[in-house]
């Protein structure tokens, strides 16, 4: 499965029709290999995929991370098999268990353990793949930031896609995995070399993550304590989760994960106005 060296993640649920058009085609034409996007209250993943692999020839694009909680696992494994039969095998599935606000509080459904209903839900997919023979590449990776859930991804799927990380996940991430598949790590950045002006993008886009046991249980993994996601979060914490700078520095930073062994790094840029859709200026420094 080559999803390249350098990915691209956008929240595309802000973004118009041609603005989607647009940020597929220029994420290809700036070299980066895949095209990341959330599931959240927006466009439904699927959806949205077919959209972007419409208006590209060559990208590849995945759902980063598409909920388990919104279908059934033969609806995931037909929405899988359709796009890649229909845009030349250019999509990958990537699945998530979410978070309890997004489950029970926005769709109603009670929120299990993440593992164990990760599994089953693998299980489901296989069984509805059973009764479709000929499907060979199964291009689905996980959300997974802890030890078993890593694991899960190793054993069932291409790999794991952990996000709000530091370069030390890797190792993490690897140890769990025992050495075998894919690790693909997202890392928020901010083109300035202003700390306040950093500093404040990073609080509002991760705001609505300290509140999120998934995050901070992990956050304690890589070496933070409760005092980090306390209140607005600690400059330590926003600095490690929004690399800013000069592109030379941004670039320097962004080494550390692939030298530390992950797969694919995944650049998301974000605007200090706040405005939506990624910042171009920041992407195309970034890019080959």
Known sequence: MNIGKTGVFVFTDA???????HCAR????????TLWYPEAFGFESFTVAGYLLAHSKHLVVGSGIANIYA???MSAVMGHNALNALYGGRFVLGLG??????VTDARGHAYGKPVATMRGYLDGMDRAWSM???TTDRRVVLAALGPHM????AERTKGAFPYNITPAQVALSRAAMGGTGLLICEQKVVLSEDPVVARQTARAVLKMYLGLPNYS???LRLGFTPEDWAGEGSDRLMDAMVYWGTPAQIRAKLRAY???????????????DGGPGPDWSALEALAG
């Open 97 to 102: 268990v979410s978070h309890v606000p997004l």
């Open 15 to 21: 973004l118009s029709a041609p603005e989607l058009a």
């Open 132 to 134: 479709m023979p000929g």
């Open 26 to 33: 220029r994420v290809e034409e700036l070299g980066y290999g």
């Open 258 to 272: 692939s030298e530390a062994g992950a797969d694919q790094v995944v650049v998301q840029a974000l605007r200090t």
């Open 150 to 153: 890593s694991r899960l991804a």
């Open 217 to 219: 249980q992990n956050w």
């Open 71 to 73: 279908r059934d696992p």
